[in-house]
């Protein structure tokens, strides 16, 4: 397992999070390659279905990161995400997915140092964890 390079698929809000990755890299700063950053205009529009289908494609873990709560561009995206999040972490372990693999996050804009320290410490945390080990899962190279 030593060569163990977890996949994960971060789901990130369009005015918050995005931007805050965009700083992290106009700023030089790195995070783990292993992140793969899906852009949607809101946390809210993550549906349920994608994270379940991210982790049944072969990511190790799951990230949805977006506007801090009041901060929402259209609102209540994030009240929405939150409400899935919770649900999401009672549903997966009966695809045999462990909770801790999935991960809500509140990165503004400016926040591109956060962002960075993030994501290097939740790819870190999934590496410790190992592969995915769903009966269901793909693997992906």
Not at 11 to 29: E, H, K, M, P, Q
Not at 105 to 133: H, N, V, Y
């Amino acid at each position: 397992m030593e060569n163990y390079e977890p996949v994960i698929i971060a789901f990130v809000c369009n005015w918050c999070t995005y931007t805050a990755a965009d700083l992290a890299g106009t700023s030089r700063l790195t995070y783990p390659e292993n992140v793969r950053l899906v852009r949607v205009m809101c946390t809210g529009m993550v549906d349920s279905q994608y994270v379940i289908k991210a982790f049944l494609e072969g990511a190790d873990a799951v990230v949805v990161s977006g506007c801090h709560p009041g901060d929402c561009h259209y609102i209540n995206g994030n009240f929405k995400a939150r409400r899935r999040m919770k649900l999401l972490k009672e549903i997966l372990p009966k695809f045999g997915i462990d909770r801790e693999r999935i991960r809500l996050t509140w990165i503004g804009a400016s926040d591109g140092i956060e962002f960075a320290k993030i994501m290097t410490r939740f790819t870190d945390q999934i590496r410790e964890l190992g592969p995915c080990q769903s009966p269901r899962q793909k693997r992906v190279s």
